[in-house]
Structures are given as C-alpha cells and as structure tokens.
C-alpha cells in the first residue's frame, strides 16, 4: 500500500499539475492532500481532481499538516510530495516509488534540477520534500512529530532514518523544480523572510551541526 501526502497551503495555481501525475499513477494507491488553511481554494482544486482532502484547522504549518495526514494511513509506505513541483511527471514518481517497492532501498530522496547547487555537487537534497518512505518508522513517533516547529519535519524524519541505519536512494530529477518563496509571495522581502523561518525551525529540531551530521550520514547510507 502507498499513500501519497501533499500538505498545501495556498497552492491553488500548482497544485493541480502536481496531481496530474499523482493521480491514476499505478504504483501509488491513495493521494490524499492536507489543505493547511489555504484561504485560495487549493483544497477545492484537489477535490475536483478526485485526490482526498482533509483540512486543518487554520495555517498550522507543514509538521502539523503532516502529521493529521499520517494519522489517516493505517499501514504500507508513504510517498510525500511538495504541492508546488514544476515539472513533475508520472516517470519521475516511478523513479523515485521503484527502489523502495523492489528492495533495492528502505527510503528515497528526490534530487530536483534546481536544488541549491551544494546539494547538487554532493548528491544529496537532505531537505528534500519529495521522499519514499516505510510508515512504520514514522508511527512511533507521531506525538514527538506533532510538537516540532512548522518546518522541522524533514530534519526529525532524517534522525529517525539515520538511527534505523536505512539503505537510501537518491533519485534525480533534472527536469522538476520547486519555486522559490520570494516567487510565490510575489516579493522578495517576503520570500527571505520565509527561507530564515525555515532555517530557523530546522536548526531549532537539530541545531547547525546535527545538521551537518545528518549530511554526512545520509551519504554514507546512499546505496
């Protein structure tokens, strides 16, 4: 069983050439998309396009998003997806969903054409929001999860995936990319001002130089 979460908020403008290649995907079995209190009708887009909505009760973030998704999932793998994605197409959810369903790998990352040139060069997006990943190593720790920052999810999920000592893949996709905050705040002040939130919340799950460790081992665990 693979579900597919999409948290959004205020996405209405690109969500829907995200779930074009979600939707009757034949890996993926569930879509389900967690409309974080957009204000824009992002969760009225995913509805006629026949993905699964469930709303939140205001803005409350990514993590907390997240996790009233994984509550709905009873058992499989998840595959998460960033409702932003340009580019996406039906051959790259294969890519990144077939080493995990084969066992070639326990978890898989994305790597997009436009991540920052250091991850680029190292082979590796350790924030990436595009992930494959076993359910079981998330449910133990949904109370844990739901206490984090608004954007310490991804940096949460890395310890657990270091310390159950995973096998990772990490599959590039040349031709997707995800718009920067300034471009979809339509200013670039607003933009910064998002990215240092996020920084922010990542370095406050595990400080800069776990950080820096989660890097390291992430690609030590590469297949």
């Known amino acids: 069983m693979l579900t597919c979460l999409i948290p959004a908020w205020n996405e209405a403008p690109r969500i829907a ?3 074009q290649s979600v939707i009757d995907h034949p890996l993926i079995d569930r ?21 699964e909505v469930l709303r939140t009760p205001g803005n409350l973030g990514k993590t907390a998003a997240l996790v009233m998704g994984l509550q709905k999932v009873m058992d499989g793998h998840v595959l998460l997806l960033d409702a932003d994605l340009i580019g996406l197409t039906k051959a790259d959810l294969s890519a990144l969903i077939l080493p995990v369903q084969s066992g070639q790998a326990t978890a898989s990352f994305s790597l997009r054409g436009n991540a920052p040139w250091v991850w680029r060069l190292i082979g590796l997006d350790y924030i990436s929001g595009e992930r494959v990943i076993p359910l079981n190593l998330l449910t133990p720790h949904l109370d844990k999860i739901a206490a984090l920052p608004r954007f310490g999810f991804e940096v949460f ?10 096998r990772l893949a990490i599959v590039s996709w040349p031709k997707v990319a995800s718009p ?23 370095f406050r799950t595990m400080g800069l130089v776990g950080c820096v460790a989660q890097i390291l081992a992430l690609r030590r665990q590469r297949i």
């Open 180 to 202: 920067s905050k300034a471009s979809k705040r339509g200013c670039l002040v607003a933009g910064l001002r998002a990215d240092l939130a996020m920084i922010g919340d990542m």
């Open 31 to 51: 879509i389900l998309v967690i409309d974080d209190g957009s204000t824009d009708g992002t969760g009225d887009v995913a509805r006629s396009l026949g993905a």
């Open 157 to 166: 999920l890395n310890k657990l995936l270091i310390h159950a000592g995973i």
């Open 17 to 19: 050439a995200v779930l």
